[in-house]
């Protein structure tokens, strides 16, 4: 039922009252903990102290007691007005029907009011498990009600703001705290339809409403970001619609909670429409917020709070002249016991000598090493080390090199067998005359006893051939599948000098024969395992056999056969660091490092893409025919490679260089999920007739405004699987589940962000509907995680990351390795403080 409409304050409430009130205007007693629990307890709650009106006397109040038989009942408090709007209107018969409806264990009763006093009056407070604000803003609250909203809310009290409830009681910080944030003057004055992006699939909340979701309302801009310090489970995309002055960005938070002051709040800024009450998908939204907050159900409100995370480097600098911590950081993976085991690539510390002359018998030699960090101990042990090629670093491509140890897996029984799969480079197989390499994936058992490897137990899986004449781009990153299934990524092996940062399909620069500038020798090629990802089938013996399903079966007929490897499951792709599996679906996350170019070209097609891809299938990624979203190259072609072709068909490729010894008609090629410019996230442009893009930097529209490039060298990550039964209590919540975690080596404007796709278009060239940034999380800077070289998740659910330092082909000080852990505690209320029905 309603109360009456209470008067119209006097001047002393109007805006002539004190901005700046004390946030304590009488003794607290009885410890916070305390009392919440005395509050939720069977029994009466325990006595606070509490304003009477009109003072600060202190009285006590007691809020229901669940369990225990009381009724869960809320406060419908719409301001001062002295006539129900039809916003306010709206409002409440949408809440009271909420209130009836869902499951009978669910349901509570709604008591609407204008009257402030209600906040003073310790008796009527009480009855509340949860009080909604449904105000047009301003001082809406005497001092001393306030003040009672505070005692309520540190009794363990539950709050709901909706829209302009953000602009109630202005000049109180304690209030701004409770909403969470101030609107932006101006913001929210017409409503414009927009989609908003539902990033939290666990809240009550937000869990059944549609990733993305499209309506009207009147949007709010905010004076301060709140992403971060509350735990945002919506945001609303701004480039659905026209945010005016004062706008957020690609990060504009429009739901979100958090635990405050004892109590549980949660705002939305949706509702300033007549119309929005009866939609519902909104009342879904308020219903869950009023589930949380009356203490009907538990939700997580702490996992998005950036203060909730612990980031701690668990490696020391190396010892002078040593690697007895780390060395040159490229690739980490964990065991199920907790251990991590990381590699490092080849290049030694800057006292070592690095040797770039041919005629040496030692140029590029260097020490692959593999270091295990045990977390019981907190100690790092040298496993082993391998002699690589890939010590070479430093000058132009052809001088540096980016070979070396380069890939770690486990076996996936690997507690009972000690198999540890390296990828690498080996220094005895080169070949200084033609300056050809093998490059290999080889398993060794682990003597699980001493932490040491067996270098004699080697047993070579998989072998081919790359040059070494120029760099770059050897690849690296492994990864097995449910069916253990193990993924292998490589590089193009090719040089990014000779095509003016564009296709990278120059056919002349050779050496003795062996093109080193011309990626359709070797990425674009079915004949060729580089540039791939090749998935195979380790057999116990040491031999592989090929799984169902790759992209060729190694017999295709056409052309007359021998022109395909059956080992392919991904073609056209660049440099693929770094691969992970969700092993719930088998879907594969990769992500390659794009070609030099700063902008796109008319001539020759588009800029720098780095690129990330979620693949649910064999398929042509594309390099160096296509990037992004089938964006095409021109091709060129002898004698005069100088001079343009036409533009690749993204369809239906041809590879036509002389280079070429695989199929001259290539698979079609798949859109990529994610690709990232030096100018911004998802660059995409107007076609023409034949499907061309413009290539004109002033028509270009980016897909992915929370994107932005610079030196660009993706690195991908994991996708997160929250463990319900793990009792770790460091694990990252379930919150993450799900998401997608995507970064950059470079930490400023380059991504470090978690996203969500669609199920029903990932794979298909669907883009991210939701991204958020991890950068306080996994912290960025020159004491943080500068160089994010690769990420994992152990067993029991916390983040590992290798830095790799701020020098290249070598180790330094900074190169570490780090581990991130979530301490925010459990979802609340706990359970024996949940509300029930009598």
């Not at 068909?649 to 695989?662: F, H, I, L, V, Y």
């Not at 690709?675 to 107007?686: I, K, M, N, R, V």
Request: hydrophobic fraction near 30%; aromatic fraction near 10%; include cysteine.
């Amino acid at each position: 039922m309603r109360s009456a409409p209470r008067q119209q304050p006097g001047d002393s409430h109007g805006l002539t009252r004190r901005r700046h009130r004390s946030r304590r205007l009488w003794a607290t007693g009885t410890a916070v903990g305390a009392l919440t629990a005395g509050l939720l307890a069977s029994g009466p709650a325990t006595a606070r102290p509490y304003p009477g009106p009109g003072d600060t006397a202190a009285t006590t109040m007691s809020l229901p007691s669940p369990p225990g038989g009381s009724k869960v009942r809320v406060l419908l408090f719409h301001g001062s007005a002295s006539e129900e709007t039809p916003l306010v209107n709206a409002g409440i018969e949408a809440i009271e029907k909420i209130g009836q409806s869902g499951p009978v264990a669910q349901r509570f009763s709604v008591t609407a009011t204008d009257d402030g006093s209600v906040f003073t009056d310790e008796r009527r407070l009480g009855r509340f498990n949860a009080v909604v604000f449904l105000t047009g803003g301003g001082d809406v609250l005497e001092p001393e009600q306030e003040l009672g909203l505070e005692a309520y809310m540190e009794a363990g009290g539950g709050f709901l703001g909706i829209h302009d409830a953000a602009r109630a009681e202005p000049y109180s910080d304690w209030f701004t705290g409770l909403v969470g944030a101030r609107p932006a003057k101006g913001s929210g004055a017409t409503a414009q339809r927009a989609t908003v992006e539902v990033g939290d699939r666990q809240h009550p909340a937000t869990k059944e409403l549609p990733l993305e979701w499209k309506r009207p309302d009147k949007w709010l801009n905010w004076e301060k970001n709140p992403s971060g310090d509350v735990h945002t489970v919506a945001r609303v995309r701004e480039a659905t619609y026209k945010p005016g002055e004062g706008a957020n960005g690609p990060d504009h938070p429009v739901s979100w909670c958090r635990d405050y002051d004892g109590g549980r709040s949660f705002y939305t800024g949706m509702g300033g429409t007549v119309d929005s009450y009866s939609e519902a998908d909104f009342r879904t939204h308020l219903r869950g917020a009023l589930l949380w907050t009356t203490r009907l159900v538990r939700a997580d409100c702490k996992a998005a709070i950036n203060s909730n995370y612990k980031a701690e480097r668990v490696t020391q600098p190396n010892q002078p002249g040593q690697n007895d911590q780390i060395g040159e950081p490229h690739g980490l993976v964990t065991a199920q016991d907790g251990r991590v085991f990381y590699i490092g690539r080849g290049g030694a510390d800057s006292s070592q000598p690095v040797v770039t002359d041919w005629n040496n018998p030692d140029i590029g030699k260097g020490k692959g090493e593999i270091h295990i960090y045990d977390p019981k101990t907190k100690k790092v042990q040298l496993a082993g080390a391998l002699t690589v090629f890939g010590n070479k670093g430093g000058g132009d491509e052809l001088v540096k090199n980016e070979e070396g140890l380069l890939g770690i897996e486990l076996d996936p029984k690997f507690a009972d067998n000690g198999w540890v799969y390296l990828h690498y480079t080996p220094h005895s197989e080169i070949n200084r005359e033609t300056h050809m390499a093998e490059r290999r994936v080889s398993r060794f058992t682990l003597d699980q006893a001493t932490d040491k490897l067996d270098l004699g137990s080697e047993k070579v899986l998989l072998k081919w051939p790359v040059q070494i004449h120029s760099c770059c781009h050897a690849g690296g990153g492994m990864a097995w599948d449910s069916k253990d299934n193990l993924y292998i990524a490589t590089g193009d092996n090719n040089s990014s000098r000779f095509s003016d940062g564009y296709s990278g399909n120059n056919p002349e620069p050779n050496f003795k024969g062996v093109s080193f500038a011309d990626a359709r020798r070797t990425a674009g090629n079915t004949n060729n395992l580089n540039g791939k990802i090749l998935r195979i089938h380790p057999e116990p013996d040491g031999t592989y056999t090929l799984p169902e399903g790759n992209l060729f079966t190694g017999e295709e007929e056409d052309e007359g056969g021998g022109k395909t490897r059956g080992e392919i499951y991904v073609m056209g792709v660049r440099n693929p660091a770094r691969i992970s599996i969700d092993k719930e679906t088998d879907t594969l996350y990769a992500g390659w490092v794009g070609p030099d170019a700063g902008e796109p070209s008319t001539t020759w097609g588009p800029a720098k893409y780095d690129t990330f891809a979620a693949i649910t299938g064999p398929g042509n990624h594309g390099w160096p025919y296509c990037m992004g979203n089938k964006q095409p190259y021109r091709d060129r072609n002898m004698p005069d490679p100088t001079k343009p072709l036409g533009w690749y068909d993204c369809d239906a490729p041809k590879n036509e260089s002389p280079n070429n010894d695989g199929l001259v008609n290539v698979p079609p090629v798949t859109s990529n999920t994610i690709w990232y410019s030096p100018a911004g996230g998802g660059p995409d442009f107007p076609r023409d007739e034949n499907g061309v893009p413009s290539y004109k930097p002033e028509e270009q529209t980016f897909r992915l405004p929370w994107l932005k490039g610079g030196g660009q060298a993706a690195m991908n990550g994991p996708l997160y699987r929250y463990d319900k039964d793990s009792e770790s209590d460091v694990k990252w919540p379930a919150y993450w589940d799900g998401k997608w975690f995507v970064g950059d080596f470079y930490d400023q404007d380059q991504p470090r962000h978690a996203v969500l796709n669609d199920p029903k278009t990932v794979g298909k060239g669907g883009v991210p509907v939701h991204a958020e940034s991890l950068k306080k999380i996994v912290p960025i800077g020159n004491d943080g995680i500068k160089n994010l070289m690769d990420w994992k998740f152990a067993p029991d659910g916390s983040l590992y990351v290798l830095d790799y330092g701020r020098g290249f082909f070598t180790s330094d000080a900074k190169s570490a390795l780090w581990r991130v852990t979530y301490e925010g505690g459990a979802a609340t209320p706990s359970a024996d403080q949940l509300a029930r029905k009598g």
